[in-house]
């Protein structure tokens, strides 16, 4: 027996018109950490689903060697059967069963007659959640639980399976930090159990940290396999994109202008939590040419802040001021915002952002849609449309063959340049930007940054929340630190270090009114 | 998702005729099934493309298609609305009431039906959009409602007849305007200018695509793509003149389906209702006014369901407490075989129109053929199932070719 538990051979897969993988190998050593990363559409995805089965064998070319035998998997219990568990991005859970339904899901402990078992259940259940550190009752609906424990209920799941090589496709890229830690903590320690995994993520600094030998992929094919020791952040991000990325931050004259947008005394309470002020006597203002940052933890009310802005799409009983150039104005609706120029790009695009059933065009024109409607009856003139979203493809990069593609086939990238190429289109003067970046890779990432200074430099105003400190200390002039609701700083660029603006995102605010 | 940035490389960009002729087969199944439906009934039955049945097919399928417009667009905004059928009987009793009982003239009873049927969709409408009630629960409240306010208002007897203007909306015919021996020329004259029109159009919105630079669909395929429509239209024309010339129900019809084909597809309003459709959150963060576009999809909703009503009552001459039992499932049929999401975003007029047509057909082609009262509702079901089935494979097997 070899020391590898995987080996994946010259795996080549074909779509009609399209090589997705192209002699991909992967070899993964038995008890090791080993992680994938690659661009968004290098073909991670499509490797994962060749080996879990979701591609039956026979769709692709070259041999899969699992455990010293070659393995013809046809479906994902196939694979399941043999102890490969994959956990995708997003997640699998019933929302409304427990904790502990949820880890027994199509594999429930049966008990006399074929019917379940309760007690059984919930104290296997206890057991697995015990091991991997989730302190719930397993009795607990799975859609109260925050994301970082429900990520946990699935590694419970796969270890009620008897997992040996565990999968997970961006498992931290939902989670704050401390769920993150307590995560990667889990699989060192499943690790120790014995227990393979291979983990794709976008988050080098952690998959350096965590891996033992690290594979890059680019366009389909495998750039190489590194050895953790031998990997730098410099060098994932050259094999990634195939070039150097000498800065990760495009460079921009910092051209300040009058203030644009001020808030004073924001204060937002819970939609159906009485009482609880999720926002708290909030002031800021942005300048135009000027990109401000909203640093602050999941859960410090970022994207509560943003939304309640925006048309008080978010909260009850909002008060205090909102003065646009100098004039109070009231954005109580979204469409007084966009008429007000304010645009809000969603941290959640397939929830928020996107009409997943529609095409290029009609997403890009959704939001600025009055601009293509002629007065009255508002015929929507079709082949302006289409001139206007092939502008927006151009200029943004959006990679698809066509605007009248369905969104839902694009990568993450280039869904959130549409998203962007939307609002964009509303020719928005105040840009809030949320989460702007996420899940999308370092090469959209950089695109979506040269965009942000085009906006400022073209005297827009735009305010940018992320949970990412490098991020936002390498894009914003000016950081606010949010934390409970509250601000708890404001830092000039200049005097902004990871370390105090983290100690200032974790200030609890005495004086909650 | 990882093929796209490959797509635009190595897919060619020109559809060759013999490709594009593939694709418009595969997005234009429905229109395929027509065909086939069609043809059947007419090899089974010859009597079928006769000028007394086509005349007829129009004349008592009327209600449904003018229902499956209102009800397409209730159903691409993830909704539906179970109380058509009784809106039918209840606006058929208002107009009874106001021409048989009370004597007015015609339009008196056509308007007061439209009038109820515009509060019975303020009402619906209310409850759905402003207090956020599905609209499953409310039109299943209104369709006990409604039902019940057709009996009381008619005390659970039929009310007829209307005679006159009344009865030829739905009756009447156009027929001598301009003479013709053995045929009725107005009538050919009509389709005739019909033709002309849909072929400018054409030829109007293809000018337009080639000055914006856009791909247009080969030459040939374009000019026989007008040229099939236009044989198609003139034998039905020929045809039906050969009968009562031009239905005055056939004209209205036209009217309402070339209006509401436009609002879908062509106006700021039809692109709200696909976007609340298609992501509700997405298109509220979008400035979507979602609930007054909900508002007033339900209002048009009940509007026509008043018009379905009048064309109904003036078909049968007479209002009956029972009347349009059960045609909200024919117009949410029609709808699905049209090629509607059963959650939203997507639909389009002309499928609900030819999904409306497909169901006319297959009932009036089983009634000529003779075949049993029991046989025809589960040829319908069948159909109806076998058509959605149909419709998510295609969509499945797409998805995985994109």
Redesign the interface.
């Known amino acids: 027996m070899t020391d590898n538990i995987l080996e994946m051979r010259s795996i080549t897969k074909k ?6 993988l192209d002699d991909v190998t992967l070899t993964v050593k038995r008890g090791e950490i080993h992680a994938i990363c690659g661009e ?7 490797l994962m689903k060749v080996l879990s089965g979701v591609h039956p064998h026979g769709t692709y070319s070259g041999e899969i060697v699992y455990d010293g035998a070659e393995a013809h998997f046809n479906s994902i219990n196939d694979s399941e059967r043999q102890g490969i568990v994959i956990i995708h991005q997003e997640l699998a859970l019933s929302p409304y069963l427990s904790i502990a339904e949820n880890i027994f899901l199509g594999n429930e402990r049966r008990g006399s007659a074929r019917l379940i078992d309760w007690n059984r259940t919930n104290a296997e259940a206890a057991e697995l959640m015990r091991r991997v550190g989730l302190d719930e009752n397993p009795t607990t609906p799975v859609g109260v639980i925050g994301v970082g424990k429900q990520q946990l209920v699935e590694i419970a799941k796969a270890l009620s399976k008897s997992v040996r090589l565990l999968i997970l496709d961006e498992p931290t890229a939902a989670l704050n930090d401390n769920d993150s830690e307590h995560l990667l903590g889990l699989l060192r320690m499943l690790k120790a159990e014995g227990v393979t995994s291979i983990m794709i993520s976008h988050k080098l600094g952690e998959l350096i940290d965590i891996a033992d030998s690290i594979t890059v992929i680019r ?2 094919h495998t750039i190489e396999t590194m050895a953790d020791r031998d990997a730098t952040q410099d060098r994932l991000i050259r094999d990634m994109v195939g070039r150097d990325l000498s800065q990760r931050y495009p460079s921009r004259e910092h051209n300040i202008g009058a203030e644009v947008m001020r808030v004073q005394d924001w204060t937002v309470y819970h939609p159906t939590q009485p009482g609880r002020v999720m926002i708290d006597h909030v002031n800021l203002n942005v300048h135009a040419g000027e990109v401000v940052g909203i640093a602050g933890l999941m859960g410090a009310g970022r994207t509560e802040l943003a939304m309640s802005l ?2 008080r ?1 978010y909260g009850s009983q909002i008060s205090g001021h909102v003065y646009i150039r100098g004039e109070e104005v009231r954005l109580d ?3 007084e ?2 008429n007000h120029k304010v645009a ?1 790009v ?1 941290e959640d695009r397939k ?8 095409d290029i065009k ?1 997403n890009i ?3 600025g ?2 601009r ?2 002629s007065p009255g ?4 003139n ?3 449309e ?2 206007v979203a092939e502008e927006y493809r151009a200029a943004l990069n959006i ?4 605007v009248s ?2 969104v839902s ?4 990238g ?1 869904q959130q340049k549409v998203v962007l190429g ?1 609002w964009l289109y509303t020719e928005p003067d105040i840009l809030i930007l949320d989460e702007p970046t996420r899940g999308i890779d370092v090469g959209a990432k950089y695109e979506i940054y040269t965009l942000i200074n085009d906006m400022v430099a073209r005297g827009k105003a735009v305010i940018v929340i992320s949970s990412e400190l490098p991020e936002i200390m390498g894009i914003s002039d000016r950081i606010y630190t949010l934390s409970f609701g509250a601000i708890t700083g404001e830092v000039p660029i200049e005097h902004a270090t990871a370390e105090n603006l983290m100690e200032l995102m974790t200030t609890e605010k005495e004086t909650v009114k | ?8 490389h ?2 060619s ?1 020109t559809p060759s005729l013999g490709r594009y002729l593939l694709d418009s087969a595969q997005k234009n199944g429905i229109l395929l099934a027509f065909a086939v439906v069609v043809i059947v009934f007419s090899v089974l039955q010859p009597m079928f493309l006769s000028p007394s049945n086509l005349t007829n097919l129009v004349l008592q399928y009327a209600y449904v298609l003018i229902l499956a417009l209102g009800m397409l667009m209730v159903i691409v905004l993830a909704q539906i609305d179970l109380s058509v059928g009784s809106v039918i009987a209840l606006t058929g009793a208002v107009a009874a009431v106001v021409c048989v009982r009370g004597g007015a003239p015609w339009w008196a009873g056509v308007l007061a039906a439209i009038g109820v049927g515009l509060l019975v969709g303020l009402w619906q409408g209310f409850w759905v959009a402003i207090v956020g009630i599905p609209g499953f629960i409310v039109s299943l409240g209104g369709m006990l409602i409604f039902r019940g306010l057709a009996q009381l208002l008619l005390d659970y007897k039929s009310l007829s007849p209307f005679g006159g203007v009344y009865y030829d909306i739905s009756n009447g015919f156009l027929n001598g305007v301009l003479g013709g021996s053995g045929f009725d020329l107005f009538t050919i004259i009509i389709f005739a200018i019909a033709v002309v029109g849909f072929a400018v159009s054409q030829w109007r919105s293809r000018m ?2 080639v ?4 791909k247009v669909a080969p030459l040939p395929a374009f000019i026989a793509r007008i040229v099939v429509v236009a044989v198609l239209a003139m034998a039905f024309a020929w045809q039906i003149s050969q009968n009562r010339g031009m239905p005055i129900i056939l004209i209205i019809l036209a009217v309402f389906i070339l209006i509401y084909g436009m609002v879908m597809g ?4 039809g ?2 209702i ?2 609340i ?3 509700i ?9 979602v609930k007054w576009v909900t508002f007033w999809t339900f209002v048009n909703m009940g509007f026509l369901a008043a018009v379905a009503g009048i064309v109904y009552s003036a078909r049968m001459n007479g209002a009956q407490p029972a009347a349009g039992n059960g045609f909200e499932l024919d117009a949410i049929a029609a709808c699905f075989i049209g090629g509607a ?1 059963t959650t939203g ?2 639909g389009r007029i002309g499928g609900a129109v030819i999904g409306g047509l497909i169901m006319a057909v297959i009932s009036n082609g089983m009634q000529l053929m003779g075949v049993s009262q029991g046989v025809q509702p589960v040829v319908k079901g069948l159909i109806l199932t076998i058509a959605v089935a149909f419709d998510l494979w295609n969509r499945r097997r797409s ?1 995985t ?2």
Request: aromatic share 8%; hydrophobic share 40%.
């Open positions: 779509f009609p018109g399209v090589i997705a968004n559409g290098a073909g991670k995805s499509t366009d389909g925006f048309g799409s609706t979204v469409w915002a966009i809000y969603s929830r928020y952002g996107l009409n997943l059933l529609a009609t024109s959704s939001a849609l009055k293509l409607e009856i508002g015929w929507v079709e082949n302006q289409m001139r990679k698809a063959p066509s593609m369905g086939k694009l990568s993450g280039n939307k | 998702m990882s093929l796209t940035q490959e797509l635009d190595k897919v960009v337009a695509q000055k914006y630079g856009q062509r106006t700021g309003f692109r709200h696909y976007a459709g298609g992501n959150l997405a298109a509220q963060l979008s400035g979507v006014k999401s975003g997507i998805v070719v994109a």
